[in-house]
């Protein structure tokens, strides 16, 4: 335990500090955010801070190997680690110079249908699994990139996931996934200060793809490895329902899906009166809330697992239901308080 908790402790101490160096230079790059359709934010501010978010998970995964924490199967953890960078570079290309929806798409499944090869054959499965694992590693980079709207959000997204892969690493006896999921928890943990200051900052392209990339990557290498697939799903439960439900939200109304829009569902909840990190938090609490039921899930008796399965159901009906909820609720409150005359 003392090794990883070393290995935390260099990652966070990172992923505080780089930024010191970084922010002046994405300044004078002039990496800036300036707000549009798809934002919840209504000044430019600086983003790309994804860079020292990156830089400390590289640290990380170094720390890990050097002190001994992944000890086997390091070429796994190597793997996740192309993964991530790999990812992490097409969004800072993106965030310099744009690129078009296709080069964006090729991009992220050749990362990922590579990545998910490699780990076929070092977990010795079927190459059946390799569509799926580009598929799901091209998706989650983007949902992390939809959901990444309102400062916190992602920083807890990746503390909170990074910490349910870290302990269903323990559970499982696999270090490469509890130390990838201490990096990633600790990586973003230290950017959080900077997001939510007075002079915030935000990831931009590489930091939500750097987010989106590492939880992929270690839940398709942690699904080949045969870790409980409820330890793999339960932390990307709300982030997918809430792209899901949004994108046939926008179909079912006739909009064009794919254009910028602030319609996700923790985005309405501004809408309805939250603050960036109350709606950051709402998302965190529900998925909290998953995990928590599907980890319990994972090693119960069949009637325990279906009360879980039901919980959790009924927490992302809720979550997905939230705004409206809360928007009918302060009607009825307002007719409630109406004078009589």
């Not at 990586?187 to 939510?196: A, T």
């Not at 392209?205 to 987010?211: E, I, N, Q």
């Not at 697992?305 to 997905?320: F, H, N, R």
Request: net charge positive; proline share 3%.
């Amino acid at each position: 335990m003392i090794p990883l908790a070393l290995v935390a402790a260099i990652t966070l101490l990172a992923s505080l500090l780089l930024p010191l160096a970084v922010k002046p230079w994405l300044f004078r790059m002039g990496v800036v955010d300036v707000p549009s359709a798809r934002s919840s934010h209504v000044k430019v501010t600086i983003r790309g801070m994804g860079v020292a978010t990156a830089l400390a998970t590289v640290i990380g995964y170094g720390a890990a190997v050097l002190l001994g924490v992944v000890t086997v199967d390091r070429s796994v953890s190597a793997v996740v680690l192309g993964v991530i960078a790999g990812c992490a570079v097409v969004g800072w290309i993106e965030d310099l110079r744009g690129l078009s929806i296709r080069g964006r798409a090729a991009a992220q499944l050749g990362i990922g249908a590579v990545g998910s090869a490699v780990l076929i054959v070092l977990t010795e499965q079927s190459f059946w699994w390799l569509p799926l694992g580009a598929l799901a590693i091209a998706a989650y980079v983007n949902i992390a990139n939809f959901m990444d709207g309102v400062n916190g959000i992602s920083g807890l997204h990746g503390v909170t996931a990074g910490g349910a892969y870290a302990v269903a690493g323990m559970l499982s006896e696999q270090p490469w996934l509890t130390a990838g999921g201490a990096v990633l928890a600790m990586s973003f943990l230290g950017f959080l200060p900077w997001n939510l200051g007075r002079s915030s900052v935000f990831l931009g392209d590489v930091g939500s793809y750097l987010l989106g990339a590492s939880i992929a990557a270690l839940a398709v290498a942690g699904f080949l490895g045969g870790v409980y697939v409820e330890y793999v799903l339960s932390p990307i439960l709300v982030y997918a329902a809430d792209t899901g439900y949004t994108l046939l939200r926008r179909i079912k109304a006739g909009e064009r899906w794919y254009a910028s829009h602030r319609e996700h569902v923790y985005q309405r909840l501004t809408d309805v009166g939250f603050s960036h990190l109350q709606s950051a938090a709402a998302v965190t609490v529900c998925t909290l809330a998953v995990i928590i039921l599907g980890f319990i899930a994972a090693t119960a008796e069949l009637p325990v697992v279906a009360l879980c399965v039901a919980g959790s159901m009924l927490v992302l009906v809720l979550y997905l239901a939230s705004p409206d909820l809360i928007r009918r609720y302060r009607r009825r409150s307002k007719v409630t308080r109406l004078p009589v005359t």
